[in-house]
């Protein structure tokens, strides 16, 4: 259980650091290209990858879609977090799960029963209720609301794409892990060389350390989630809820206490059903059909 915990805290620690960076003025697109960098390090000193077992036939389509989306979706990650908060995109980022799940039972031909139904439901009434809106705030939002809808269809289609990738198996997963990691820092760099030779931005070493540190708990939340995986194999499930649940607690509590943001009764209302949906998704897995 301690690595649960542990990857919860590295996941809510992301959350945080996004949060903050306006306050300190950090440039994202460089703290996620030296994030990359830095998970690409931790990843070859952890695993040992061997990447000399990649081949013509391993997934590189879905290497280089990840490549893509990786980073782009940490932007509008941070541009999210920066405008609605932690508790909505957090939500909105956990609540992407739905879409593995549809995938589950349109690409991968498993099996649907009522829990997995049930959650669903819950899940969609989950994702109205917590981006609902007071008549007096709609006209402003309406653009921020951009944020959390791309976080949610984005995460969820990363996980689809880790889910065909594990499905290989003629190379290990952290090789395959490494590649991604490696593929999205060089995409990243190509985007900042582009940016500071537009003079768009300026290269500074604030940037760097928020990068080291992001890249720290990003690297973290994967290590721990995946040795949880392993000290719990015969749980998978017990691991999934526990860690989107807590992540789901802990994000509403420090969102809401430290950062003192705004939910309307239906907002808190969507964070219940979320949990619920979350509930509903776990018990599905282990229900006789």
């Not at 989306?69 to 977090?81: K, Y």
């Not at 060389?193 to 768009?200: D, E």
């Not at 500074?204 to 719990?232: D, E």
């Amino acid at each position: 259980m301690i690595y649960i915990i542990l990857s919860i805290c590295c996941s809510v620690t992301v959350a945080i650091l996004l949060k903050l960076a306006k306050r300190y003025q950090i440039s994202i697109i460089q703290a996620v290209t030296v994030n990359y960098l830095a998970a690409l390090t931790l990843c070859f000193l952890f695993f040992r990858p061997d990447v000399s077992q990649l081949s013509p036939g391993a997934p590189w389509p879905a290497y280089i879609a990840l490549a893509v989306l990786l980073p782009a979706i940490f932007l509008f990650l941070a541009a999210s977090v920066k405008n609605l908060g932690i508790v909505k995109t957090d939500i909105a980022q956990r609540l992407s799960l739905f879409i593995p799940v549809l995938a589950a039972y349109f690409i991968f031909k498993e099996d649907f029963n009522s829990f997995k139904i049930a959650g669903l439901c819950i899940g969609f009434a989950a994702i109205f209720l917590t981006f609902i809106r007071k008549p007096d705030q709609v006209e402003n939002s309406k653009g921020n609301l951009l944020y959390p809808v791309v976080v949610f269809i984005g995460f969820g289609v990363i996980d689809v794409l880790f889910k065909q990738i594990a499905l290989y198996k003629d190379l290990p997963y952290t090789t395959s892990l490494f590649t991604v990691f490696a593929l999205a820092f060089v995409v990243s760099l190509l985007i900042v060389i582009t940016l500071v030779v537009a003079r768009k931005i300026k290269l500074q070493l604030i940037n760097l350390v928020c990068g080291l540190i992001l890249g720290l708990f990003n690297f973290g939340n994967i290590l721990f989630y995946m040795k949880a995986h392993k000290a719990l194999a015969e749980n998978p499930s017990t691991v999934f809820a526990a860690m989107n649940l807590g992540v789901i607690i802990v994000a509403s509590l420090i969102g809401i206490i430290a950062f003192k943001e705004k939910l309307s009764k239906l907002n808190y209302a969507g964070i219940i059903l979320a949990i619920a949906a979350v509930i509903f998704i776990t018990l599905s897995q282990n229900a006789v059909r």
